[in-house]
């Protein structure tokens, strides 16, 4: 059974720092990625990274402030948070799928992943 892990989350102040991760079990996913999803608004995407080599793409609002990291031998993920704002609040979820490079990247969206984790709740205060 496909199972996403997610840990980390939160409560932290604007201009603070979280780290969510999620781990892959028991199979190895070449595209694992990020959405979030606010009360009454849709899943956005947040990042997404190409496990083969990492290449990462990254929503407009987040770019420069977020940074995805790999560890293809433990088939994890994590999402480094930086300079947190009060509009990233939101349940973060844990998206993986075997996707090629451009639909990992820069074209994916939620529909294009079929496993997903059971979310993390991220508050960020201002």
């Known amino acids: 059974q496909v199972q996403l892990v997610e840990s980390g989350g939160g409560s932290v102040q604007a201009g603070g720092s979280l780290t969510l991760s999620c781990a892959a079990s028991?199979?190895?996913?070449?595209?694992m990625g990020w959405f979030r999803q606010a009360p009454g608004k849709e899943r956005e995407k947040v990042g997404t990274?190409?496990?083969?080599?990492?290449?990462?793409y990254f929503a407009d609002s987040v770019k420069g402030r977020f940074t995805i990291s790999q560890d293809n031998a433990k088939n994890t993920v994590s999402l480094q948070m930086n300079s947190l704002k009060p509009e990233d609040t939101a349940v973060y979820y844990c998206?993986?799928?075997?996707?090629?490079?451009?639909?990992?990247?820069?074209?994916?969206?939620?529909?294009?992943?079929?496993?997903w984790g059971q979310g993390t709740q991220v508050n960020v205060s201002s």
């Open positions: 028991p199979y190895s996913y070449e595209c």
């Open positions: 998206a993986a799928d075997n996707l090629p490079r451009v639909r990992c990247t820069v074209l994916a969206s939620r529909d294009d992943f079929m496993f």
């Open positions: 990274v190409f496990m083969r080599d990492g290449e990462t």
